[in-house]
Protein backbone atom coordinates (compact mmCIF):
# COMPACT_ATOMS: atom_id res chain seq x y z
CA UNK A 1 0.00 0.00 0.00
CA UNK A 2 1.11 3.18 -0.70
CA UNK A 3 -0.52 6.94 0.35
CA UNK A 4 0.06 9.58 -1.89
CA UNK A 5 -0.11 13.08 -0.64
CA UNK A 6 -0.46 15.85 -3.61
CA UNK A 7 0.17 19.75 -2.52
CA UNK A 8 1.18 22.76 -3.85
CA UNK A 9 -2.29 24.00 -6.22
CA UNK A 10 -3.47 27.49 -5.35
CA UNK A 11 -4.46 30.26 -7.63
CA UNK A 12 -2.36 31.90 -9.53
CA UNK A 13 -2.43 34.26 -12.54
CA UNK A 14 -2.31 33.67 -16.65
CA UNK A 15 1.16 33.50 -17.16
CA UNK A 16 2.56 32.60 -13.58
CA UNK A 17 3.74 29.06 -12.14
CA UNK A 18 3.37 26.50 -9.48
CA UNK A 19 5.22 23.04 -8.65
CA UNK A 20 3.11 20.91 -7.24
CA UNK A 21 4.37 17.65 -5.05
CA UNK A 22 3.58 14.36 -4.11
CA UNK A 23 5.39 12.57 -1.50
CA UNK A 24 4.40 9.23 0.07
CA UNK A 25 5.99 7.78 3.70
CA UNK A 26 6.19 4.19 2.03
CA UNK A 27 9.84 3.44 0.78
CA UNK A 28 7.97 1.23 -2.09
CA UNK A 29 7.15 4.55 -3.77
CA UNK A 30 10.59 5.08 -5.18
CA UNK A 31 10.26 1.96 -7.26
CA UNK A 32 7.14 3.18 -8.93
CA UNK A 33 6.56 4.69 -12.05
CA UNK A 34 4.41 8.04 -11.52
CA UNK A 35 1.69 10.12 -13.32
CA UNK A 36 0.12 13.79 -13.25
CA UNK A 37 -3.58 13.23 -14.16
CA UNK A 38 -6.37 16.47 -13.97
CA UNK A 39 -9.78 16.72 -14.16
CA UNK A 40 -11.35 19.78 -14.99
CA UNK A 41 -15.18 20.21 -13.85
CA UNK A 42 -17.57 18.47 -16.01
CA UNK A 43 -14.45 16.81 -17.76
CA UNK A 44 -12.95 13.32 -17.71
CA UNK A 45 -9.49 12.53 -15.79
CA UNK A 46 -6.63 13.27 -18.37
CA UNK A 47 -2.84 12.24 -18.27
CA UNK A 48 -0.46 15.11 -17.94
CA UNK A 49 2.79 14.11 -17.36
CA UNK A 50 4.53 10.64 -16.57
CA UNK A 51 7.98 10.16 -14.97
CA UNK A 52 9.96 6.41 -14.75
CA UNK A 53 10.68 4.91 -10.76
CA UNK A 54 14.75 6.55 -11.55
CA UNK A 55 13.26 9.35 -13.58
CA UNK A 56 15.33 8.99 -16.46
CA UNK A 57 11.89 9.07 -18.72
CA UNK A 58 9.32 11.30 -18.45
CA UNK A 59 6.14 11.55 -20.82
CA UNK A 60 3.73 14.69 -21.43
CA UNK A 61 0.80 15.59 -23.03
CA UNK A 62 0.75 17.96 -25.89
CA UNK A 63 -0.46 20.56 -24.48
CA UNK A 64 1.82 21.04 -21.87
CA UNK A 65 5.17 20.12 -23.41
CA UNK A 66 7.45 23.12 -23.36
CA UNK A 67 5.54 24.30 -20.13
CA UNK A 68 5.51 21.28 -17.53
CA UNK A 69 8.58 19.48 -15.81
CA UNK A 70 8.41 16.50 -14.18
CA UNK A 71 10.90 15.32 -11.19
CA UNK A 72 11.63 12.94 -8.56
CA UNK A 73 13.67 13.28 -5.18
CA UNK A 74 13.77 9.40 -4.75
CA UNK A 75 15.61 10.45 -1.52
CA UNK A 76 12.92 12.51 -0.35
CA UNK A 77 10.36 10.42 -1.83
CA UNK A 78 8.42 13.04 -3.33
CA UNK A 79 7.91 13.50 -7.22
CA UNK A 80 7.49 17.18 -8.93
CA UNK A 81 5.18 19.17 -11.50
CA UNK A 82 6.90 22.29 -12.26
CA UNK A 83 3.94 24.06 -14.35
CA UNK A 84 5.20 27.24 -16.08
CA UNK A 85 3.19 29.92 -18.33
CA UNK A 86 0.39 28.71 -16.77
CA UNK A 87 -3.15 28.94 -18.89
CA UNK A 88 -7.03 29.44 -18.14
CA UNK A 89 -7.50 25.77 -19.43
CA UNK A 90 -4.74 24.52 -17.28
CA UNK A 91 -7.48 24.45 -13.95
CA UNK A 92 -8.45 21.67 -12.53
CA UNK A 93 -7.80 19.45 -9.80
CA UNK A 94 -4.48 17.46 -10.05
CA UNK A 95 -3.87 13.91 -8.96
CA UNK A 96 -0.74 12.15 -9.01
CA UNK A 97 -0.82 7.60 -9.37
CA UNK A 98 1.68 5.43 -8.99
CA UNK A 99 2.05 2.19 -10.40
CA UNK A 100 3.93 -0.94 -8.38
CA UNK A 101 4.42 -3.29 -11.21
CA UNK A 102 6.67 -2.75 -14.19
CA UNK A 103 5.66 0.19 -16.71
CA UNK A 104 6.10 -0.45 -19.93
CA UNK A 105 8.19 2.50 -21.02
CA UNK A 106 5.73 3.88 -23.66
CA UNK A 107 3.51 6.97 -23.64
CA UNK A 108 0.35 4.61 -24.27
CA UNK A 109 1.27 2.99 -20.94
CA UNK A 110 2.12 6.15 -18.60
CA UNK A 111 -1.11 7.63 -19.69
CA UNK A 112 -3.21 4.80 -18.99
CA UNK A 113 -5.33 5.81 -16.03
CA UNK A 114 -6.19 1.87 -15.21
CA UNK A 115 -2.54 1.14 -14.79
CA UNK A 116 -2.19 3.42 -11.82
CA UNK A 117 -2.70 1.31 -8.32
CA UNK A 118 -2.44 4.13 -5.91
CA UNK A 119 -3.78 7.80 -6.33
CA UNK A 120 -3.62 10.96 -3.73
CA UNK A 121 -6.54 13.04 -3.04
CA UNK A 122 -5.99 16.15 -5.51
CA UNK A 123 -4.94 19.95 -5.09
CA UNK A 124 -6.98 22.10 -7.23
CA UNK A 125 -5.14 24.90 -9.46
CA UNK A 126 -7.07 27.89 -10.91
CA UNK A 127 -5.45 29.92 -13.52
CA UNK A 128 -7.46 32.95 -12.97
CA UNK A 129 -6.76 36.84 -13.31
Known amino acids: QVHLVDSGGRLVQPGGSLRLSCTASERTFRDCAVGWFRQAPGKEREFVAG????????FYTDSVKGRFSMSRDNAKNTVYLQMNNLEPEDTAVYYC??????????????????????WGQGTQVTVSS
Open 51 to 58: ISWLGGTT
Open 97 to 118: AADQDPMPNRYSSYSSRGRYDY
